[in-house]
């Protein structure tokens, strides 16, 4: 007799009955997990990953996938974890979805996607390959780049957007993009000079190269580009724009042909602008300085203006970014850190000069130097000899001179036309010679040199002093040639010379008058 059954029990199978379809289910189940643990422990990562056939698909070499010109219209799945370089140009995949890789390509350092007709990039296209490096998007059919697009690419250095349709730019485009060295944008629909990406706060901070040339840019901003450091001009190419021509425009690409900055150079004649007016003719910018054109005033080097007791601030604005400098005063002395100067190098490699003295005029020289590049860097100084307030504490010695001279004018007609005596209290026996004396041209008599008694004609020289002039310097006007200029009575006529040489010397004569 059997022992009764609990309830809920399962009943004990026997030996000889076969197991069950849902037992069968779960022991199939096991071992298929079984078999992929093992084959996790026993295959590399890599080889797991890897899907992609590279005899029909793509070119295989090493960690570089070349799967150019070969129709694609999506881009291939099972791409290998340890890929570095992936070619997909010359193909015809539209858009970049999301998902077009599902798995993180860490080592994926150059990715290219030019000619494919690409015209939609997801916003989510690049969160699977953060570690880029080169990104190449050339000759496709972009017409807009949204915000943040780019935002993942932290270590992004070589972006390429040239031949697109690109008209469109958010301002946010490009944020994120710290390490960006070289931006490509020619051939597109631009409009409006992106200088947000070169400027203030929101610029590209190691943007060295931004080529915006062959667009639909009209009026750059002159202003703003002026005052950029010399190593972001050397890099900025805008020309075969459709430029208004302008003297403001002359003289921005002078000033970089002078600084021999490669934007200008390289170029050259690419630069051109549209003359105003209903013709429109097409001219060279640097050609604007022709009576033909504008007659605009030819660039010349400015100098650096500073005021005594003020502080100066000289950059080394040298073409190339991160190089050692070193300034050299006018007098030939290196500035030295710790020195007992007044000039000191700041740690972004200006000069600072406080306070401005007379003495500081001058080129200073900035020589800035690396392991690969050396440049040379000069800066004319010109002090002026008073504060920046002008409140008259100095004038000048032509200023002083100036002034001197009028006053001593001014004391002589005093002296000669405001004296206190009048002709009621002359001698009546004098009263005929009087008016010979009083007269500043007329010679004086016989008694008047014989008895010299009349302050008032001390500047007179007796004219038996030959080659005497006035105030005991030498009258170049005397010498040959004088003979006949004594009358019979012995008076001096002179005929007109003395008139002469007392207007050349007035200043000279009364300048120790009381």
């Given at each position: 007799?059997?022992?009764?059954r609990?309830?809920?029990?399962?009943?004990?199978p026997?030996?000889?009955?076969?197991?069950?379809?849902?037992?069968?289910?779960?022991?199939?189940?096991?071992?298929?997990?079984?078999?992929?643990?093992?084959?996790?422990?026993?295959f590399?990562?890599?080889?797991?990953?890897?899907?992609?056939?590279c005899?029909k698909?793509?070119?295989?070499?090493?960690?570089?996938?070349?799967?150019?010109?070969?129709?694609?219209?999506?881009?291939?799945?099972?791409?290998?974890?340890?890929?570095?370089?992936?070619?997909?140009?010359?193909?015809q995949?539209?858009?970049l979805?999301?998902?077009?890789?599902?798995?993180?390509?860490?080592?994926?350092?150059?990715?290219?996607?030019?000619?494919?007709?690409l015209?939609?990039?997801s916003?989510?296209?690049?969160?699977?390959v953060?570690?880029?490096?080169?990104?190449?998007?050339?000759?496709?059919?972009l017409?807009?780049?949204?915000e943040?697009i780019?935002e993942?690419?932290?270590?992004?250095?070589?972006?390429?957007?040239?031949?697109?349709?690109i008209?469109?730019?958010?301002?946010?485009?490009?944020?994120?993009?710290?390490s960006?060295?070289?931006?490509?944008l020619?051939q597109?629909?631009?409009?409006?000079?992106p200088l947000?990406?070169?400027?203030?706060?929101?610029?590209l901070?190691?943007?060295?190269?931004?080529d915006?040339?062959?667009n639909?840019i009209?009026?750059?901003?002159?202003?703003?580009?002026?005052?950029?450091p010399a190593?972001?001009?050397?890099?900025?190419?805008?020309?075969?724009?459709p430029?208004?021509?302008?003297?403001?425009?002359?003289?921005l690409?002078?000033?970089?042909?002078?600084?021999?900055?490669?934007?200008?150079?390289?170029?050259?004649d690419?630069?051109?602008?549209?003359?105003?007016?209903p013709q429109?003719?097409r001219v060279?910018?640097?050609?604007?300085n022709?009576?033909?054109?504008?007659n605009?005033?030819?660039f010349?080097?400015?100098d650096?203006?500073a005021?005594?007791e003020?502080?100066?601030?000289?950059?080394?604005?040298?073409?190339?970014?991160d190089?050692?400098?070193?300034?050299?005063t006018?007098?030939?002395?290196?500035?030295t850190?710790?020195?007992?100067?007044?000039?000191?190098?700041?740690?972004?490699?200006?000069l600072?000069?406080?306070?401005?003295?007379?003495?500081?005029?001058?080129?200073?020289?900035?020589?800035?130097?690396?392991?690969?590049?050396?440049e040379?860097f000069?800066?004319?100084?010109?002090?002026?000899?008073?504060?920046?307030?002008?409140?008259?504490?100095?004038?000048?010695?032509?200023?002083?001179t100036?002034?001197?001279?009028?006053?001593?004018?001014?004391l002589?007609?005093?002296y000669?036309?405001?004296t206190?005596?009048?002709?009621?209290?002359?001698?009546?026996?004098?009263?005929?010679?009087?008016?010979?004396?009083?007269?500043?041209?007329a010679?004086?008599?016989?008694?008047?040199?014989?008895?010299?008694?009349?302050?008032?004609?001390?500047?007179f020289?007796?004219?038996k002093e030959?080659?005497?002039?006035?105030?005991?310097?030498?009258?170049?006007?005397?010498?040959?040639?004088?003979q006949?200029?004594m009358?019979?009575?012995g008076?001096?006529?002179?005929?007109?010379?003395?008139?002469?040489?007392?207007?050349?010397?007035i200043?000279s004569v009364?300048?120790?008058?009381?």
């Amino acid at each position: 007799m059997l022992p009764p059954r609990r309830a809920g029990a399962l009943p004990e199978p026997s030996p000889s009955a076969s197991p069950s379809p849902s037992l069968r289910r779960v022991h199939v189940r096991w071992a298929s997990y079984l078999s992929l643990s093992l084959a996790l422990l026993w295959f590399p990562s890599g080889e797991l990953a890897s899907t992609l056939n590279c005899h029909k698909t793509c070119i295989c070499a090493s960690n570089i996938l070349s799967c150019s010109k070969m129709n694609l219209t999506t881009v291939p799945t099972g791409l290998p974890l340890y890929t570095a370089v992936l070619d997909l140009s010359y193909n015809q995949i539209s858009r970049l979805r999301a998902e077009w890789t599902t798995v993180k390509l860490t080592k994926l350092r150059n990715l290219l996607l030019s000619h494919n007709g690409l015209h939609f990039l997801s916003t989510e296209a690049f969160l699977y390959v953060k570690h880029l490096c080169y990104l190449d998007l050339s000759s496709n059919n972009l017409r807009q780049l949204d915000e943040f697009i780019f935002e993942p690419l932290g270590q992004l250095e070589v972006l390429l957007l040239y031949n697109n349709r690109i008209s469109q730019i958010d301002r946010s485009a490009f944020q994120g993009l710290h390490s960006l060295q070289k931006l490509y944008l020619s051939q597109n629909m631009i409009s409006r000079f992106p200088l947000e990406l070169v400027k203030d706060k929101t610029s590209l901070e190691r943007l060295s190269l931004m080529d915006v040339s062959s667009n639909r840019i009209k009026a750059p901003p002159i202003e703003e580009l002026q005052v950029l450091p010399a190593w972001i001009k050397n890099g900025l190419y805008f020309h075969n724009n459709p430029l208004i021509c302008g003297c403001g425009l002359y003289s921005l690409l002078a000033h970089w042909h002078i600084r021999r900055l490669n934007s200008a150079l390289d170029f050259k004649d690419e630069h051109t602008c549209y003359l105003p007016g209903p013709q429109k003719g097409r001219v060279g910018v640097l050609d604007l300085n022709n009576r033909d054109h504008m007659n605009c005033s030819t660039f010349r080097e400015a100098d650096e203006e500073a005021w005594l007791e003020q502080t100066l601030i000289l950059r080394c604005d040298t073409k190339h970014r991160d190089l050692s400098k070193t300034w050299v005063t006018p007098g030939n002395v290196v500035v030295t850190e710790g020195a007992n100067q007044t000039a000191k190098v700041l740690p972004d490699g200006s000069l600072q000069i406080s306070p401005v003295k007379l003495e500081d005029s001058g080129t200073y020289t900035c020589y800035a130097v690396s392991e690969a590049l050396n440049e040379t860097f000069y800066v004319m100084v010109k002090v002026h000899n008073f504060t920046e307030k002008g409140n008259g504490e100095a004038l000048n010695t032509a200023y002083t001179t100036l002034v001197g001279c009028l006053s001593s004018v001014v004391l002589v007609l005093i002296y000669l036309y405001l004296t206190p005596c009048r002709c009621f209290c002359c001698p009546k026996n004098n009263h005929q010679d009087s008016i010979h004396s009083s007269m500043l041209s007329a010679a004086p008599s016989h008694e008047d040199l014989a008895n010299n008694t009349d302050p008032r004609h001390v500047a007179f020289i007796d004219p038996k002093e030959l080659g005497q002039g006035l105030n005991g310097k030498v009258n170049p006007s005397d010498g040959e040639g004088d003979q006949g200029e004594m009358d019979e009575e012995g008076g001096l006529l002179r005929k007109g010379r003395r008139k002469k040489s007392v207007a050349e010397s007035i200043c000279s004569v009364f300048s120790d008058t009381p």
